[in-house]
């Protein structure tokens, strides 16, 4: 065999290694009393493995070191024998090869442990901040649903109020809330009755608001309708017929044939013309 490919062949890097055949051993020794060239190679090799091996890799934290070899290692010494303190310097040279093998493999090793952890710990921290998103779009999707229903319920509300013979009907407040107060529009050709801008409290469980139309001194049921912390939007209540004036009476859910005067909350008069 030419030198040349010798010692291109890699039998040297497993001799150095310990990984060599008996025969692989023999060979590489009589080439390296032959070949000063070939002797200068497993010196070289040598040197090299050395210097990386003491070189070190980046070390991990002790905590770090202690978890993985938790992992690694789950068995302890039952043997009662005292660990055996060994001068590197006494031992032969494939023997102390050897060991600085193992050391730079197992350095290596905790090395490339320390970066799976840290990227397994940046991916658990992306997947929260991912979540965190996903919520706030969720959030945001709903403000904007809303904000969208509202402006079309404004738009309803104009496309009412544009028709040719619609009067808005405001209703103030009485005794029992001054401050509450709604809107009805109300066109007495089309008979159409809406109701919007309602502020009135949110009733007790049980109890609805409902709305009553006074035709020729009469209260006439025009529908209930709820009111709840989301906002109101313009809601079609029943049609009527020659209506002067509009109420709102608290009543028991489902409404009454008659209105609880007792319980009257607003009203408010149509004006002529």
């Known amino acids: 065999m030419d ?10 890097e497993s001799y150095i290694s310990g990984t060599a055949s008996a025969e692989e051993i023999a060979l590489v020794q009589r ?8 002797k200068a190679e497993i010196e070289a090799v040598e040197a090299s493995l050395i210097a990386y091996a003491e070189s070190g ?4 934290s002790d905590g770090l070191k202690h978890k993985i070899a938790s992992h690694m290692f789950d068995k302890k010494d039952t043997s009662g024998s005292k660990s055996k303190i060994v001068n590197i310097g006494s031992l032969s040279r494939s023997e102390k090869l050897l060991r600085y093998t193992i050391a730079a493999s197992v350095g290596l090793l905790l090395g490339l442990a320390a970066i799976v952890f840290s990227l ?24 904007l649903g809303k904000q969208e229903g509202e402006l079309t319920a404004k738009r309803n509300s104009l496309t009412v109020l544009m028709k040719p013979g619609s009067k808005m009907v405001m209703l103030k407040g009485l005794v029992l809330s001054p401050e509450s107060s709604a809107m009805v529009v109300y066109n ?29 001194g009469k209260p006439v049921d025009a529908g209930v309708f709820n009111v709840n912390d ?14 002067d004036a509009f109420a709102v009476t608290l009543e028991e859910a489902g409404g009454r044939p008659e209105p609880t005067m007792s319980a009257m909350y607003l009203m408010g008069s149509v004006q002529p013309g």
């Open 57 to 60: 890799v980046n070390a991990p």
């Open 188 to 216: 007495s050709e089309s008979k159409t009755v809406f109701l919007d801008a309602v502020q009135l409290p949110i009733p007790p469980l049980g109890k609805q608001y409902q709305l009553w139309a006074m035709v020729d």
């Open 3 to 12: 030198v040349n490919e010798f010692i291109s062949s890699g039998i040297i």
């Open 120 to 143: 397994n710990d940046k991916l658990a921290k992306t997947k929260s901040q991912l979540a965190q998103l996903e919520n706030e779009n969720e959030i945001l999707a709903d403000e």
């Open 230 to 243: 989301q906002g109101f939007a313009i809601q079609k209540m029943r049609d009527m017929s020659d209506a």
């Open 31 to 38: 080439m390296e009393k032959a070949y000063p060239e070939v």
